[in-house]
């Protein structure tokens, strides 16, 4: 997912990161994405390259969808066997063992997905990976991000604590919305991820802003905006959550 995780050190094994990505709210996250993707398909083919794809929780939802050419690209080997196990049947879903940020296609794309995939690039990598992504669209192509993002931070101690706070709020939050609780093995992936979050180990959240600016950088045009977590004011910042964007191709 980045220049580190070539040594693959990404502590979640795949059944703990299905486990942490299969809430109901994760469930429900992903199926938005997978309907943005339903409203831009193409009439004849569509094709969809789906960066950073982890255990193919999003290519599973799309697997009864006519006319896509499917390629997801990840670094971790195990989770992208078991990527390959969710869509053995279907041949035109193709998955590569390959680090997003250098990987290499002479193909180029209707739609490229980044679901939780841009915090885990480096922050001096990130406006890179996005030139890359910018490429690999075709001229009218379209980016769909799917980010948690957390509280603007000025130095590495309020980094740390706008970490934790996300996590410990949305775990405080899912043991009370979720139907049946948070079992053990997603209460541990959720603290495991908030533990490599507040240490900015494979994962590199940033804020709203951040974000915003690096894709106006790079020639994308955010053409819509999705707030899903939370509704309510957890945060006392609206700007704190998990949020989808649509964003187009900018051609000068």
């Known amino acids: 997912m980045n220049r580190k995780s070539k040594t693959n050190s990404y502590i979640l094994t795949p059944d703990q990161y299905d486990a942490m990505m299969t809430t109901e709210l994760e469930i429900h996250i992903f199926k938005t994405v997978a309907n ?37 690209v990840d670094i971790n080997k195990t989770d992208l066997e078991s990527a390959r196990e969710k869509t053995k049947q279907h041949q035109n879903f193709r998955l590569v ?19 939780s995939a841009y915090h885990h690039i480096e922050n001096k990598f990130k406006t890179l990976f996005l030139q890359k992504v910018f490429k690999l669209l075709k001229n ?40 049946k609780g948070l079992n053990e093995k997603q209460f541990n992936a959720l603290l495991n991820v908030c533990t490599l979050s507040m240490s900015a180990k494979e994962e590199y959240k940033i804020d709203y802003n951040y974000l915003i600016k690096d894709l106006d950088k790079t020639g994308f045009k955010v053409v819509k905006e999705q707030k899903i977590w939370p509704n309510e004011d957890l945060f006392s910042n609206n700007k704190v959550g998990d949020f989808i964007f649509v964003a187009k191709k900018v051609i000068l």
Do not use: H, W
């Open 97 to 115: 063992l390959n680090d997003a940020l250098t990987y290499k296609t002479d193909l180029r794309f209707d739609i490229v997905t980044l679901t």
């Open 36 to 72: 943005e993707i339903k409203n831009n398909l193409k009439p004849r083919k569509t094709s969809i390259l789906d960066l950073c794809c982890g255990t193919g929780l999003l290519a599973q939802m799309l697997l009864d969808l006519p006319g896509i050419e499917f390629v997801g």
């Open 140 to 179: 009218n192509g379209i980016l769909i991000i799917y980010e948690k993002l957390i509280r603007p931070c000025k130095n590495n101690k309020e980094f740390a604590k706008s970490n934790e706070e996300f996590y410990l709020r949305r775990i405080e939050y899912l043991k009370k919305t979720e139907s």
